[in-house]
């Protein structure tokens, strides 16, 4: 019996990343059709989407651990466990909740000390982020829109990163909100509260601007006239992991940063 597992299925995208950014991913033998960080990782034999599984092919697979992610993934994780296989479900929702999960997934797999470096290394590029926003001139109104129809505000992790980015998120009460259908919100509500700037990661689907624009209303909104319509793609800032902290908020200040009045 080796110590630590040695046989690992991940069922979403950011517990993948951040094995192979501890030096493990040749320990993964099952990863998310959906992965696409590193590049490599979708050489691994694909065993799931988000909500549904192959869970023969992962008994194939013979894991000695299966990771995956949320209330979304509950009735995988229970299948598993019914098939006698070890499932760890995180649920991380918040940019320190990510970082506790990292160093998490250290411990569980032997590598606590490179775990907690790369912890630190991602949480002091963040407060270097903070920093250089902090030194903005203004920081715009922010809408992001995590789903269209119905339109749904950002989770909470994306709501932090936009404002360690130097926005200023329009539905703050919404951000602790862990469920996606206790954050929808009305499109003329929206419209009423006037978001200067608009970001948009429909997971799954193309962001149509076009869509955005033609909500009945929004003509008056001022992202609208203004043309501050973006997508972040989804495999960046909706990943609650290292992509979200790296080239996620990175991609949120670069926008915010060009579009604030100097």
């Not at 990292?102 to 606590?112: H, W």
């Not at 495999?235 to 579009?259: D, F």
Request: aromatic residues 6%.
């Amino acid at each position: 019996m080796p110590r630590y597992p040695e046989r690992i299925v991940c069922l979403t995208e950011e517990t993948t990343e951040t094995l192979y950014l501890l030096g493990q991913g040749h320990r993964i033998v099952g990863v998310s059709g959906y992965t696409v960080r590193p590049p490599e990782a979708r050489q691994k034999p694909k065993i799931s989407a988000f909500i549904n599984a192959k869970f023969d092919k992962i008994e194939a697979l013979q894991p000695d651990l299966v990771l995956a992610f949320s209330d979304l993934q509950a009735d995988l994780a229970s299948e598993l466990v019914r098939r006698g296989i070890t499932v760890v479900t995180f649920n991380q929702r918040t940019v320190a909740e990510i970082l506790q999960m990292i160093r998490m997934l250290g411990g569980l797999v032997g590598c606590q000390r490179e775990a907690e470096q790369l912890a630190d290394r991602l949480s002091a590029d963040l407060d270097r982020l903070r920093d250089a926003a902090s030194r903005l001139p203004g920081r715009l109104r922010t809408f992001f829109e995590e789903w269209d129809e119905p339109l749904i505000s950002a989770i909470r992790w994306v709501e932090e990163l936009v404002e360690i980015a130097g926005g200023a998120p329009i539905f703050p009460e919404l951000s602790a909100a862990r469920l996606a259908k206790d954050r929808i919100v009305d499109p003329a509500e929206v419209a009423r509260r006037d978001p200067q700037i608009v970001f948009a990661s429909w997971c799954g689907k193309k962001v149509r601007a076009e869509t955005i624009r033609s909500r009945p209303g929004w003509d008056r909104v001022s992202a609208v006239r203004d043309d501050r319509i973006y997508e972040i793609k989804s495999t960046y800032i909706l990943q609650p992991g290292p992509a979200s902290l790296t080239e996620g908020v990175r991609r949120l200040h670069e926008v915010l940063s060009s579009q604030i009045p100097r």
